[in-house]
């Protein structure tokens, strides 16, 4: 069954300060991956995929698929990144169904 | 355009009542996702709806249905309920063809007691 892990349930670090938000997925074939973000007060939406490689609010992330990994990246943190990020995978689920499976989600704290 | 809306936005209710759900996707979406998120489970697919079709369900038992309208509004029903079926039920629609892109509804918070 495909599964989907983000290894760390909190993240805290300074505004401007490297972030690096990390993703482990198993699948068998291949995967489509996304970032989805939670701001406070806000309803979950999509922030980038891996097919379209783009950077979005300088965020950016790789799919490498010799480690399995899609960690989400940006090299300066702003206070306003603060928010939960979730990485998601489509794909074949239990029983042949398609669907997505998120992971548990990190809570990303930017300090000022 | 106006964004995914969920109905009720809270619910309690007893154990071994039903309750339905029900969601209006944004204009001219077609597919219909709904997701169960518990603080121990985290997300987790329950199931999908296209032009009134039911085209993936996820792991859950089939005291958990739903359907879908002509108008693409859905409606999920949970039957027999359980206290673990407290938790924050999201929908959320998409445009098939736009890379899977999902917009999610702010979800109805259930509480069972």
């Known amino acids: 069954a495909q599964r989907v892990t983000q290894p760390e349930k909190l993240l805290s670090v300074f505004k401007g300060a490297p972030v690096e938000l990390k993703c482990n997925y198993s699948y068998s074939g291949s995967p489509e991956l996304f970032w989805y973000v939670q701001y406070s007060r806000q309803r979950l939406q999509l922030l980038l995929r891996h097919i379209s490689r783009e950077s979005i609010k300088g965020f950016t992330a790789d799919l490498n698929k010799g480690e399995t990994s899609f960690h989400l990246k940006k090299p300066f943190a702003q206070e306003e990144d603060s928010a939960m990020y979730y990485c998601a995978l489509k794909g074949k689920l239990g029983g042949g169904a398609d669907g997505l499976t998120f992971g548990k989600g990190t809570h990303l704290i930017i300090q000022p | 355009k106006a964004g995914v809306t969920q109905t009720p936005r809270y619910l309690i209710k007893t154990r071994g009542q039903q309750v339905t759900l029900s969601c209006s996707p944004i204009s001219g979406h077609r597919s219909v996702s709904w997701y169960q998120q518990t603080p121990g489970q985290g997300l987790q697919f329950l199931f999908e709806y296209f032009s009134e079709t039911q085209r993936n369900k996820g792991n859950f038992p089939g005291r958990f249905s739903g359907r879908q309208f002509s108008n693409s509004r859905s409606e999920m029903n949970v039957s027999t309920l359980e206290l673990g079926d407290s938790a924050l039920y999201l929908c959320?629609?998409?445009?098939?063809?736009?890379?899977?892109?999902?917009?999610f509804g702010p979800g109805t918070r259930l509480t069972v007691t």
């Open positions: 959320a629609s998409s445009l098939i063809g736009e890379g899977y892109e999902q917009y």
